[in-house]
């Protein structure tokens, strides 16, 4: 850039786009600003691609100078692109209230400027409030496409609205859409797997042409949600003669499947497998599954050796999990032993010292301590 002649508009908005797109938000607008000191005025395109640096790095203040920019040149009416990029802006830095103000001053927002707004208020948490717009969307008489539909899947995955997640299938098997997004397959599988309808899930699992890890982690964990530990190492046997590698959640999953069913010997097996088999490096969560597992055996000598393989003392799911199976079996030394390692990373941790009471009382229930 240094060496052109003379740099326009269309050479320094090249620029600035290259930098936001590649994450550069800091450097892109110090293209921007330094564009400005050469004496060029941006145009649409330019603004577009400013408001994404400050999205990317919260640059709320600049962020606002351009609307007013962009409304002083009577630029927002016109250019729905433009005023999306607007929404996007300060859904990105947090401001809702602004974003959507934004998105009804577009004249006639497109499938697009509906995704940003409904995917910034998914992301934000404000399920309600997506849900809505949705809705709105299509009551306006827009058709959803893949994008939105695999965000509103995953909202009823963790909200468990299955009536609504049924819905969505019905509307997405009209629009044709299943057969041609895997991803969106997938997003479906996980919605019933996490809703408990795994009849379904297998169903619209079994019509992927082409079953990936994601597709695959996503039936495992809805089977070994409902305790069906076998159905979960089934599958798993099946994925790896089909040639799929399981990874750190697929043995994640696994071993909370044996864990919850007691398959003591099955879950010691599939952790040694995770490296010996599959060089994979197990993390605190896949140990803090394994003391779970063998914990509610009671084997706390198997338990110790695990634990001399892993710096496990600030890990506070790993030592709850260590103190649960304390207080089921009344295991007074190892379990004062984890107290401490509890309280000294969290004093007010409230499940620690009712466990601990409950190891010496005995007054223990199973529900609480493990």
């Not at 060029?40 to 962020?63: D, W």
Request: a negative charge; hydrophobic letters at 45%; proline letters at 2%.
């Amino acid at each position: 850039l240094r060496k052109l002649p003379r740099r326009d508009v269309v050479t320094w908005t090249s620029l600035i786009r290259g930098y936001a797109h590649h994450g550069c938000g800091n450097v892109a607008l110090r293209c921007f600003w330094q564009m400005r000191k050469e004496g060029v005025s941006p145009n649409e395109v330019t603004f577009m691609f400013v408001l994404k640096a400050c999205g990317s790095i919260g640059s709320l203040e600049l962020g606002k100078q351009i609307h007013r920019e962009i409304g002083d040149q009577g630029l927002l009416g016109k250019d729905i692109v433009l005023g999306t990029a607007l929404v996007d802006m300060y859904i990105k830095c947090g401001v809702m209230e602004k974003a959507l103000k934004v998105f009804k001053s577009l004249q006639t927002p497109d499938v697009i400027a509906w995704r940003t707004l409904i995917s910034g208020f998914a992301q934000h948490g404000l399920t309600e409030e997506a849900f809505y717009f949705f809705r709105k969307m299509k009551d306006d008489g827009l058709s959803p496409d893949a994008i939105i539909f695999i965000c509103i899947l995953k909202l009823c995955s963790c909200t468990g609205s299955l009536e609504i997640g049924e819905g969505l299938h019905h509307d997405i098997n009209k629009q044709g859409l299943l057969e041609k997004d895997a991803i969106l397959a997938t997003t479906l599988v996980d919605m019933y797997a996490k809703c408990g309808l795994l009849v379904k899930a297998q169903e619209i699992f079994d019509q992927i042409h082409l079953k990936d890890l994601v597709s695959w982690n996503s039936l495992l964990a809805g089977y070994a949600q409902l305790g069906q530990a076998r159905n979960v190492l089934g599958l798993l046997f099946k994925m790896v003669s089909e040639g799929i590698e399981p990874d750190l959640l697929t043995f994640h999953v696994l071993l909370i499947a044996c864990s919850h069913a007691g398959l003591v010997k099955e879950g010691g097996e599939l952790f040694s497998e995770m490296y010996a088999a599959f060089a994979l490096t197990p993390t605190l969560e896949h140990y803090t599954c394994m003391v779970d597992l063998i914990g509610r055996a009671g084997d706390f000598d198997k338990m110790k050796v695990l634990l001399d393989d892993v710096q496990a003392c600030n890990h506070i799911p790993l030592l709850l999990s260590i103190l649960g199976a304390c207080c089921k079996w009344r295991n007074v030394s190892f379990g004062s032993w984890a107290f401490k390692q509890l309280i000294r990373v969290d004093g007010n941790c409230a499940a620690a010292y009712v466990c601990m009471e409950s190891i010496y009382t005995g007054s223990w229930s199973e529900d609480e301590c493990i």
